[in-house]
């Protein structure tokens, strides 16, 4: 039977409070003290701050993602999810994780047990898994890609494809011109089934795109747009009519353009932007991404940098809108390459071929943890990142409701006593409550002191107006 994606379930992504008297769940009275409280604090806001670096009203935002290893691929046997998985999800579900992903994993990009790029590796066990995240009213994505696409695969066609393939680990990706009449034929019909097939709820598309204005045309290449270094046309109209599909079955769309990239397009084809793979500086990539288009979900490449605890990646995040995504499912052991017949690059020629090996020797001496969780894991893992996602997540979760307008990088207002000390970052978030971020992003201690009396949101206290930031530290504070 012919699976259909569900709908969005709207009030599980955190809409507003208030939203719920216009279903008849609040009474009049109700929904007007919320939407009166909620008015009053933006009318102090608008009042307090004069200059900000951006000003974004919250909508439909789903900030908290986990990518989830389904198992090994390339593998000796099939993943299959069961009870173990369960337990997962039950943790993830109920600490608020409200989007599972799944990356190229879930698929048989390799052609090893009859399957394809665009179907399940395991479709039984797929089915089951997505059961299993709808059931706890989470959503779930898959890993397609728009450009990357195995040049031994058979169906492959050497006319769809520029140049500057891909050669890692085990694959050898020709990068797919989003300009190639005969690649969207291919392509879009599969994106249409894994949508109406598979019971997912929309799509991670790894782009695999180097701009055309700079790269040897396909020969199958039809130039219809402009292709410059501030506009990609003919990625953006390839994207579009994805998105389109995609928003008529009320899902979700996630792009990764490479590194702290995005694409250079000028409609909304996307709502999210993942963002970090091969970052090793988090203050650089934090610079890279802040003026990004929302919603950004930070990754920050840990299997390349050094963090000097976990909160790090919350202060280079929470301020600009943006939530980390957590790594999680089952441990990542880095069997996949070390899998027989499978060829190679080797590792002095190739690092993920070394990170994942490396991955896969930890294991074997250490079958009980630290575990790596993911391509952009530190080897070995690291023990306390879930439990900081999930402390977070609470504080982050009554900050970004529907309805609610962010302030970022405060830089001329009233809330301050004196001028910020160097290094520190504000930004305000404002609904019910006024919420105030305080990031200090030196490598000294500093003190804020506001106008007016802030509670702090993790430690909870008598509100004071004196707040103390250790280096490199991040507070948050509520009205």
């Known amino acids: 039977m012919r699976t259909v994606m569900r ?11 208030l939203m719920t008297g216009f279903c008849g769940r609040a009474s009049a009275a109700d929904t007007a003290a919320l939407e009166r409280r909620r008015l009053e604090t933006l009318a102090e806001a608008n009042r307090s701050i004069r200059n900000c670096f951006r000003r974004h009203l919250i909508t439909s935002y ?13 593998c000796r046997k099939p993943w299959d999810p069961g009870a173990w998985d369960e337990q997962q999800l039950d943790e993830l579900s109920a600490s608020g994780v409200q989007l599972i992903q799944v990356h190229e994993e879930w698929n048989d990009a390799q052609r090893l047990f009859g399957g394809d790029k665009f179907s399940p590796l395991n479709r039984r066990g797929f089915t089951r898994f997505v059961n299993m995240v709808h059931a706890r009213r989470m959503k779930l994505i898959v890993y397609v890609s728009t450009g990357y696409f195995e040049r031994n695969d058979p169906d492959f066609r050497p006319e769809w494809a520029r140049g500057n393939d891909l050669v890692e680990l085990w694959y050898h990706y020709a990068r797919c011109s989003p300009a190639s009449p005969g690649w969207r034929a291919y392509l879009l019909p599969r994106i249409r089934r894994i949508l109406d097939e598979f019971g997912v709820d929309g799509l991670y598309n790894d782009l695999g795109y180097l701009p055309l204005y700079r790269t040897k045309p396909a020969s199958d290449d039809v130039p219809a747009f402009e292709e410059s270094a501030s506009y990609d046309g003919a990625l953006e109209d390839l994207l579009g009519l994805i998105y389109a599909e995609v928003k008529r079955r009320g899902g979700i769309v996630k792009v990764h353009r490479g590194g702290a990239s995005q694409p250079n397009v000028r409609s909304r084809v996307y709502d999210y932007l993942w963002v970090g793979e091969g970052a090793n500086n988090a203050d650089v990539a934090r610079e890279a991404v802040r003026g990004h288009t929302p919603y950004v979900v930070p990754c920050l490449d840990m299997s390349r940098a050094h963090i000097e605890s ?19 499912g089952r441990p990542f052991t880095g069997e996949r390459a070390a899998i027989p017949g499978i060829q190679y690059k080797a590792e002095e020629k190739d690092f993920w071929t070394r990170h994942a090996r490396a991955i896969w020797r930890h294991y074997q001496a250490n079958p009980r943890g630290p575990y790596s969780y993911g391509w952009w894991d530190s080897c070995p893992g690291r023990p306390k990142a879930r439990a900081t996602y999930f402390k977070w997540l609470k504080v982050y979760r009554p900050m970004v409701v529907e309805g609610t307008w962010a302030y970022l990088e405060v830089r001329d207002s009233d809330l301050f006593a004196n001028a910020l000390p160097g290094g520190v970052v504000a930004s305000v978030f404002a609904n019910s409550k006024m919420y105030l971020v305080l990031a200090n992003y030196s490598h000294s201690g500093a003190v804020v002191t506001t106008r007016n009396p802030f509670r702090d949101s993790i430690a909870g206290g008598t509100p004071a107006a004196s707040w103390t930031l250790p280096a490199r530290s991040l507070r948050i504070l509520e009205s």
């Open 7 to 17: 709908r969005r379930e709207f009030l599980h992504t955190g809409a507003l409070s």
């Open 62 to 74: 789903l900030p908290f993602h986990a990518m989830y290893n389904l198992g090994e691929y390339p």
């Open 310 to 328: 976990e909160d790090e990646l919350y202060l280079h995040a929470i301020p600009y809108m943006q939530f980390p995504i957590l790594l999680a």
